[in-house]
């Protein structure tokens, strides 16, 4: 096992991983730019190091200072939490050069799942289905009309590199589809740095699912079931819910062992994230996710897993110790993402935390790494804690999360927790009637 490991990231997650490794007696290295000298993972691993000034790309994108850091402090492995540069194919060949262990999957797994156009091509090799659409790069707008027309209106154009809604359209009429294109490859451009754009049939009302996976890289696969990640604002997860209120014990079973064999023949390596739209009893893949997600502490309270100390034994080589048959679900977990942001217009909202009081009691979670006397800086996202808490059912765990809710106290800056306590006064909510747009739309009558 490793004797120590850098962990690529900060705020919560940095925080979530540093406990993972201490209770299996793995010293940390925390790196941190000066914007977060005093933030919580820093003061508590073995070891940090300070590679930059405030800005992303000076500091947690910068793949040389990091590697500098590695080296400095003996650091044998790096997990790169999510966002920066977990899905950076590139960093985890240079790390593997230098002889210091990624804690993630393979570079080319990263590399393949990251194009979604060879992402959805792959996926119909391994037998999982998919939203009509194009085969591949849409170049032009004849192409464009003519695929189209075959699947039928409202389609999307999404760009093949990258995600978070950016380089994406939904197009409802031949007339405007030429446009469509030329402003989803200018925004895929701008913020990605590729303008490939594909086309895929529009979905009306689906619900987005995901299936969490892990796969050792030697045969052994399973899945732990799915999230709920239905409501998002601008294509981003605000509330992630497991099991799903949707699906039935059958459907888990076929789409979550389909995924499971899936990831087995293609040699997948680490935890990793499958993408589902899912309308009308039928699943559709969009996409892989190649490394933890912000919302594993729903699968975690559902499976009694921890999903960072299985990233971090796979990737010094441990085979699965347990089969599919070994997996239980038992009881309901939710998640609410606390922003520090304006919880009706959503305008970041940093500054100093005078007064932090988080709620406890059974089944209540907290993954945050901000305390009383903190200065939330404007440098990065705006995630400043997640609030997970567990039922033995969906009703048990609403009530829960209701009474958790009441008792958050953040005090100095304003957070996204009124609009949580807001959504559990709404019926559609409480009974699990919701999708992907039902967020959107419910703040635009707000």
């Known amino acids: 096992m490793f004797d120590k490991v850098l962990i690529a990231n900060r705020g919560e997650i940095a925080l979530r991983i540093q406990r993972a490794c201490r209770e299996m007696g793995i010293a940390t290295v925390a790196i941190h730019s000066t914007a977060d000298e005093d933030a919580m993972h820093v003061r508590l691993a073995d070891e940090s190091v300070c590679i930059g000034p405030p800005s992303a790309l000076d500091s947690y994108l910068n793949i040389p200072s990091i590697l500098a850091a590695c080296e400095i402090t003996g650091a044998e492995a790096v997990h790169p939490g999510y966002g920066f540069l977990s899905e950076n194919a590139r960093f985890a060949e240079i790390l593997g050069e230098h002889g210091i262990t ?48 075959d699947i039928g209106y409202p389609v999307l154009i999404k760009a093949a590199s990258g995600g978070g809604g950016r380089g994406m359209q939904v197009v409802r009429s031949a007339e405007a589809l030429s446009t469509a294109v030329l402003t989803a490859q200018t925004e895929a451009r701008n913020a990605f740095g590729d303008d490939a754009v594909y086309i ?26 799915e999230r709920d990640c239905s409501l998002q604002r601008r294509h981003q997860k605000v509330w992630e819910e497991a099991l799903s209120p949707a699906l039935n014990v059958e459907q888990r079973e076929k789409l979550g062992n389909l995924v499971a064999k899936a990831m087995s023949d293609l040699g997948y390596l680490g935890v990793g994230t499958i993408e589902f739209l899912y ?12 490394r933890l997600q912000v919302e594993h502490p729903v699968t975690e309270l559902i499976t009694g897993l921890d999903l960072v100390q299985e990233q971090i034994r796979i990737a010094d080589g441990a085979r699965l110790s347990y089969e599919q048959s070994d997996i239980s679900f038992s009881g309901h977990a939710i998640e609410c993402r606390i922003n520090a942001e304006n919880p009706k217009t959503f305008t970041p909202s940093p500054g100093l935390i005078e007064a932090y009081h988080p709620p406890g009691g ?17 440098h990065y996202d705006s995630l400043i804690g997640k609030l997970i808490v567990y039922g033995r059912h969906r009703t048990e765990c609403l009530m829960r999360l209701r009474r958790a809710l009441d008792e958050f106290v953040i005090e100095g800056i304003e957070t996204t927790i009124p609009l949580f306590q807001q959504l559990l006064k709404e019926p559609d909510i409480m009974n699990g009637d919701y999708d992907i747009h039902w967020l959107e739309e419910f703040l635009s009558e707000a």
């Open 362 to 378: 059974l089944g209540v979670r907290i993954d945050s790494g901000v305390y009383a006397g903190y200065r939330v800086p404007p």
């Open 200 to 225: 895929e049939k529009f979905l009306g009302t689906p619900r987005h699912i995901e299936f969490q996976i892990i796969s050792d890289g030697q045969g052994g696969a399973v899945h732990l079931g």
């Open 279 to 290: 309308e009308n009893g039928e699943f559709y893949f969009i996409e892989m996710n190649t």
């Open 102 to 149: 990624f804690i993630g999957p393979s570079p080319e797994h990263i590399r393949l799942m990251g194009d979604k156009i060879m992402a959805k091509k792959t996926a119909v090799d391994l037998g999982l289905p998919v939203v009509p659409g194009s085969d591949g790069a849409v170049t032009d707008g004849l192409e464009a009309a003519k695929i189209a027309s």
